[in-house]
């Protein structure tokens, strides 16, 4: 499928602010060189380490979901190779930031590169347990959770700001995607069905050993 053809078929079910930043984002270059032929077929691809990246319309529903505007500043959890951190760091623009955590040393090193291939300057990639959030560059307008975790981590809530919102899918079998909101206290709202890998770390699922 061509570029064009996938964005293109979002246009009315999807924000335009947000199919504008995925043609902004290169996602053959956040794919091995084997797979990018596939770069714009619709569905999860394999990046190496067991992880994946997230089929497109994916990427598309959780950033429309989260309503990302310019000058926000995003943690994301489980950035794999990079892709989804590249689209939010278009929708939140230069003065926005997003901090992409990932568990993977390999992907971490993986996403740096492949997101300096793509001229996207404001991600910051750490190598660390993004179940627990990241402290230090709390709290965040938005959240964003690209792993199914077994309840919606306490940290990651706390790290939220007032007025603001995370997106996450939660569920082990049967995983939903759920939209957290935080104004006086927290509200929770599910949106559909999904499928993705695990989070794993102290607030996530355990190591398969």
Same mark, same amino acid.
């Given at each position: 499928?061509?570029?064009?053809?996938? #964005?293109? =078929?979002?246009? $009315?079910?999807?924000?335009?602010?947000?199919?504008?930043?995925?043609?902004?984002?290169?996602?053959? #270059?956040?794919?091995?060189?084997?797979?990018?032929?596939?770069?714009?077929?619709?569905?999860?691809?394999?990046? $190496?380490?067991?992880?994946?990246?997230?089929?497109?319309?994916?990427?598309?529903?959780?950033?429309?979901? #989260?309503?990302?505007?310019?000058?926000? +500043?995003?943690?994301?959890?489980? $950035?794999?190779? =990079?892709?989804?951190?590249?689209?939010?760091?278009?929708?939140?623009?230069?003065?926005?930031?997003?901090?992409?955590?990932?568990?993977?040393?390999?992907?971490?090193?993986?996403?740096?590169?492949?997101?300096?291939?793509?001229?996207?300057?404001?991600?910051?990639?750490?190598?660390?347990?993004?179940?627990?959030?990241?402290?230090?560059? /709390?709290?965040?307008?938005?959240?964003?959770?690209? /792993?199914?975790?077994?309840?919606?981590?306490?940290?990651?809530?706390?790290?939220?700001?007032?007025? =603001? +919102?995370?997106?996450?899918?939660?569920?082990?079998?049967?995983?939903? #995607?759920?939209?957290? +909101?935080?104004?006086?206290?927290?509200?929770?709202?599910?949106?559909?069905?999904?499928?993705?890998?695990?989070?794993?770390? +102290?607030?996530?699922?355990?190591?398969?050993?």
């Amino acid at each position: 499928m061509k570029k064009e053809q996938l #964005l293109e =078929g979002m246009r $009315g079910r999807i924000k335009d602010s947000v199919i504008e930043a995925m043609y902004h984002v290169p996602r053959e #270059l956040f794919l091995p060189e084997h797979m990018r032929w596939k770069a714009y077929d619709d569905t999860p691809l394999p990046i $190496g380490e067991n992880q994946t990246i997230s089929a497109p319309h994916m990427v598309a529903i959780m950033c429309d979901i #989260l309503d990302i505007a310019k000058g926000m +500043k995003i943690l994301e959890v489980g $950035g794999g190779s =990079g892709y989804h951190a590249a689209v939010m760091a278009v929708l939140a623009g230069p003065q926005g930031h997003v901090y992409s955590v990932e568990r993977m040393p390999e992907l971490v090193a993986l996403a740096r590169s492949n997101l300096e291939s793509a001229g996207i300057e404001n991600v910051t990639v750490i190598e660390a347990d993004g179940s627990i959030g990241l402290l230090e560059h /709390a709290p965040y307008d938005r959240i964003s959770v690209a /792993a199914t975790a077994p309840h919606v981590p306490e940290p990651l809530k706390q790290q939220l700001k007032v007025g =603001g +919102k995370m997106v996450l899918p939660v569920g082990r079998d049967y995983q939903e #995607l759920i939209l957290v +909101k935080r104004k006086n206290g927290f509200t929770v709202e599910e949106k559909m069905g999904v499928i993705f890998v695990p989070l794993i770390g +102290k607030e996530g699922f355990k190591e398969q050993t």
